[in-house]
């Protein structure tokens, strides 16, 4: 099991960056994948980025070249920097954390909320 904690959200002008924050309770390394989603109001869950524990990322088309996922194992966390945002960016963007394969369990923080004003 893992606990996840997001920060990082606020409130942005468009054109703007934020770095968001997760924050991991274990090892990121024993983690087979962690992830950025969000969520607007009326609208499904969606991916916005991955990276799997061999290193490879993966990214929504209308986030690529915009976002960037990374991650600092030495302090469990995991970052997504966000750069020229949209007000369709705006959501609640939650961490997750798969682990596992065969049944595998997927964890979520608690989100932090984003707002990008036109």
Known sequence: QVQLVESGGALVQAGGSL???CAA???I???GTMGWYRQAP???RELVATCSHDGRTNYADSMKDRFTISSDNGKNTVYLQM????????????CSAIIGTTPWDQYWGQGTQVTVSS
């Not at 750069?83 to 939650?94: I, K, S």
């Open 19 to 21: 770095r968001l924050s």
């Open 25 to 27: 309770s274990r090892s």
């Open 29 to 31: 390394v024993t983690i």
């Open 42 to 44: 009326g609208k499904q």
């Open 83 to 94: 750069n020229n945002l949209r007000p369709e960016d705006t959501a609640v963007y939650y």
